[in-house]
């Protein structure tokens, strides 16, 4: 091991030893406005911890969920009025990921609804972005009040089961949409028998978000444990989650769309004069 190396490798044992005697020093020193129970029942049932929106004792999430909104529409005007228009035939680096960004939800959609996909691309795209952005915002730790006076940090606005109950039955509706453009009745009939596709995709989403925010939490709660570790944990559990919850919901609803709105009525047809061949062969 070369000198360099070995220098830096003490320095940084030593940064990790350092830390672990304050934690141990200062463990039960920091005062909490709650027991360690009281803030992860309060991270699942959101029962004490709310703030004053527009006068309106809320959720966090609910503050979360619009700022994100806030941030993809800014975003994407901004795009669509100062990047677009100099677009390019031979790509730059940031036209080319907003290409890829673009293309992954695309060809999705056409893969999985190959007859009926315009506005499937469109709806995943959205949904998509939104899961992961928002899933990603609670690593900026931006800080709000609650009505008792603690400071908060806001949590992703799907950790909200309130969040994901709505993720949930909007693409069950839009899933239903595409029912109704392709087969009419018979797509609704289609559509009702997953009834319990938006109740998956919401506890599926609430679920993953949240068991990701509890371990965060806990381990952020002992000072012992809250030096570098919870950085870790914290990027770790945040970016699987986005990228997982991202694609499962939009593959999801990509399959089931393309299930749905699929013309049924020409295979019947089919069917039919293959039997008449038959029929006339024999």
């Known amino acids: 091991m070369s000198k360099k190396k070995r220098n830096g490798t003490i320095i940084v044992s030593a940064l990790v030893l350092v830390m672990l005697i304050i934690g141990v020093v200062m463990n039960g020193v920091g005062e909490k406005h709650e027991t360690i129970q009281e803030a992860m029942k309060d991270a699942v049932l959101h029962g004490d911890n709310k703030i004053n929106l527009f006068g309106l004792a809320v959720n966090p999430s609910l503050l979360s969920a619009y700022i994100v909104t806030a941030i993809l529409l800014v975003f994407a005007l901004i795009i669509r009025i100062f990047?677009?228009?100099?677009?390019k035939m031979v790509p730059g680096k940031f036209q080319l990921l907003i290409e890829e960004w673009v293309g992954v939800f695309h060809g999705l959609a056409k893969t999985n609804s190959p007859h009926r996909n315009k506005a499937l691309g469109a709806y995943i795209f959205g949904a998509g972005s939104y899961?992961?952005?928002?899933?990603?915002?609670?690593?900026?730790?931006?800080?709000a009040v609650t009505t008792e006076g603690h400071s908060i940090s806001l949590p992703a606005p799907l950790a909200d089961i309130n969040?994901?109950?709505?993720?949930?039955?909007?693409?069950?509706?839009?899933?239903?949409?595409?029912?109704?453009?392709?087969?009419k009745f018979k797509g609704v009939?289609?559509?009702?028998?997953?009834?319990?596709?938006?109740?998956?995709?919401?506890?599926?989403?609430?679920?993953?978000?949240?068991?990701?925010?509890?371990?965060?939490?806990?381990v952020y709660y002992f000072i012992t444990l809250s030096f570098v570790l919870p950085v870790i944990v914290g990027i770790l559990f945040t970016l699987i989650h986005a990228i997982v919850q991202a694609y499962v919901l939009t593959m999801l609803t990509s399959i089931f769309y393309g299930e749905v709105s699929e013309v049924h009525h020409k295979e019947k047809k089919e069917k039919k004069e293959k039997k008449v061949k038959q029929v006339a062969e024999a």
């Open 83 to 87: 990047f677009v228009p100099k677009f």
């Open 131 to 143: 899961i992961f952005v928002g899933t990603m915002f609670e690593l900026f730790g931006f800080q």
């Open 163 to 183: 969040g994901a109950i709505c993720m949930g039955v909007l693409s069950y509706l839009f899933i239903l949409s595409g029912g109704i453009a392709g087969n």
């Open 189 to 218: 009939l289609l559509t009702l028998k997953e009834f319990s596709l938006p109740i998956s995709m919401s506890f599926r989403l609430f679920g993953a978000l949240l068991s990701g925010m509890l371990v965060t939490e806990l």
